[in-house]
């Protein structure tokens, strides 16, 4: 198509952004997308392919997903105070947030935070702002981030709980100070709850403002694509405007559902990554020239020895080992990749594959 009718039609914003990029992991060991490596048991499949037998996949889903989002409620002990929205992974729910706002509204972020934010609000014209975080600890700088509310009166403000891409929790007494100080919502993204045993969900009562939002994807369930978000009953009647109807499709209401019944399952998957995530950070942290930072996810973000990351990156790809390479990314990510949590051997395989690229640099 002719550049000239291509700046005719699109805002400058879309002209100016960049495609979200997702790495090939075909034949590597895939360690870059935080997602749980262990798959189900046979017998435990053979049950959910009976469920879905008699799916009838000739009709709509159910627009409100009203089983699945009562199974959700008992999983995660929402309170029936708070009303909930699903959407098609966390992506959906924070484009549906940042559409229902002004044009001219801002929103705020701590630095690094997790790229859709900004993505997001980038290509829907909104003012977007990252407040870096502290570069000895990657805590909340509270003074920033209260001086940036003060200033820019952000319509949204979005704090990862765990932080992605750092992989640490966040002082709750900073958490509270920001959302008694915000002018409008503030939405806690839970994404990594599963590994940090921390949660704002049962201070949704006490802040009409706060959101609180999770994915199953983490969990266990990435191919699903399902986040849901929870809320004052008010805000999420608002929300349920622009959300698409039938948006999630009913094997996923029905898959989704069967794995929330199997808690225990998942309760197991996720203590054998915590236990594995000790091992691997103790293992990085005896690595010469390696830095690990501490994580309550299911990965780890760690600092490689000085513009030495992007040659640690192609060497551990070279051996078959995919991770995250944040170094392009600059400020406080120079120098840094980050690892998911794989299967035992698979953390084994990474971390030989680590030793040997360090020895060749």
């Not at 469920?51 to 008992?74: F, G, H, K, V, W």
């Not at 700088?141 to 990862?160: G, K, R, V, W, Y």
């Not at 932080?163 to 007494?173: K, R, V, Y």
């Not at 998942?266 to 950070?281: G, L, N």
């Amino acid at each position: 198509m002719p550049e000239k009718l291509i700046n005719a039609l699109f805002r400058p914003q879309i002209l100016a952004m960049s495609a979200y990029h997702v790495a090939n992991a075909e034949g590597f060991i895939k360690l870059d997308a935080m997602e749980n490596p262990y798959s189900w048991p046979e017998e435990l499949k053979t049950q959910w392919l009976e469920t879905l037998r008699d799916c009838p996949l000739n009709r709509y889903p159910d627009p409100e997903a009203r089983q699945l989002a009562n199974s959700i409620r008992n999983h995660d002990g929402i309170s029936d105070a708070s009303a909930l929205m699903l959407g098609n992974g966390s992506d959906e729910i924070i484009q549906i947030l940042l559409m229902a706002l002004a044009n001219t509204a801002q929103v705020l972020a701590p630095a690094p935070g997790f790229v859709m934010y900004k993505q997001l609000s980038d290509s829907l014209g909104l003012g977007y702002h990252g407040i870096p975080l502290l570069a000895d600890s990657l805590a909340l700088d509270l003074p920033a981030m209260l001086q940036s509310i003060s200033e820019q009166q952000p319509a949204i403000i979005f704090i990862a709980y765990p932080n992605n891409p750092t992989g640490n929790l966040f002082a709750e007494q900073d958490i509270l100070a920001i959302i008694n100080a915000a002018p409008g919502l503030v939405i806690i993204d839970e994404a990594y709850a599963p590994f940090a045993k921390a949660s704002f969900l049962t201070r949704l009562a006490d802040f009409p403002q706060l959101l609180v939002m999770r994915t199953v994807s983490k969990l266990g369930l990435a191919g699903l694509r399902l986040g849901y978000i929870a809320g004052h009953p008010d805000i999420i009647g608002q929300l349920n405007k622009i959300r698409l109807p039938y948006n999630i499709n009913s094997l996923t209401q029905l898959s989704a559902e069967f794995a929330l019944n199997n808690k225990a399952l998942f309760d197991e998957q996720t203590q054998a990554i915590c236990e594995q995530r000790t091992r691997v950070f103790a293992e990085l942290e005896q690595l010469p020239g390696i830095t690990p930072y501490p994580s309550a996810a299911n990965f780890i973000l760690f600092k490689t020895p000085a513009q030495q990351a992007d040659a640690v990156f192609a060497s551990l790809k070279a051996q078959g080992v995919l991770i995250k390479n944040l170094n392009p990314q600059g400020g406080l990510l120079a120098d840094c990749l980050r690892v998911t949590i794989g299967t035992p051997h698979e953390n084994s395989a990474f971390l030989q594959a680590l030793k040997n690229a360090l020895l060749a640099i």
